[in-house]
């Protein structure tokens, strides 16, 4: 099987979230295909550290709509923007209307992986955000619930929505904690094993 990962990040931590997950859908014992959705501010309006971010990610594919159908389950992910998806996933999932219309998706399972600066900044609403795709397609999501104890015991990131990480913007938090990695494993090891199922 084949797992979709497609994600936007600006500083590196929705990166960093989607790699833990391609670690754990490898680790299942399926195929993980990490895709980036292109960047769509002007250089002169990034600063050094989104600058830095964009130049690591350099090795990671561009996502292909045409490439979406192809696989057995998609990972959907972006940082919060005022509580919503990011514009640069909101201008890649708009070019699907066509595979909305073959009904290409229709079926696949699919989850949601976020982030914010504050813990109440958008964490649960970003991929409720992100969902509405998945709705108009006819996906079938996938959701964490509370299959994982860290999920009630952690105080950054994840969440019953799916996993999330929290990066406080003062810079006291610049990578993911123990609690923000083993939820994004656990969950990538319960969507594969429900890919599996609907496949």
């Known amino acids: 099987m ?8 600006t500083y590196g931590t929705t990166f960093a979230l989607a790699r833990e997950l391609a670690d ?8 993980p295909h ?3 959705v292109r960047e ?9 550290n989104a600058k830095a971010a964009a130049q690591a990610q350099a090795d990671v594919a561009y996502a292909d709509v045409d490439e979406l159908p192809s696989f057995d389950g998609l990972l ?5 923007r005022f509580g919503n998806r990011a514009a640069q996933m909101s201008q890649f999932l708009d070019q699907t ?3 909305w219309q073959q009904g290409a998706l229709a079926g696949m399972p699919v989850g949601f992986f976020t982030g914010a600066a504050t813990m109440h900044g958008g964490h649960e609403s970003t991929v409720l955000t992100m969902s509405t795709f998945a709705y108009h397609q006819g996906m079938v999501i996938v959701p964490m619930g509370y299959t994982s104890d860290e999920v009630g015991e952690t105080s950054s990131g994840g969440g019953p929505y799916g996993p999330t990480h929290y990066t406080p913007s003062d810079g006291s938090k610049t990578s993911l904690s123990d609690h923000e990695i083993g939820i994004a494993r656990h969950y990538a090891t319960k969507f594969v ?5 609907l496949n």
Do not use: C, F, H, K
């Not at 769509?40 to 050094?48: F, I, N, S």
């Open 34 to 36: 990490l895709r980036r």
């Open 24 to 31: 754990a859908v490898e680790a299942a014992g399926t195929e």
């Open 2 to 9: 084949n797992i979709g990962i497609v994600y936007y990040s």
């Open 76 to 80: 959907i992910g972006s940082p919060t």
């Open 40 to 48: 769509l501010m002007p250089d002169e309006a990034m600063d050094d």
């Open 97 to 99: 209307g066509p595979l």
């Open 193 to 197: 094993d429900i890919a599996r199922r």
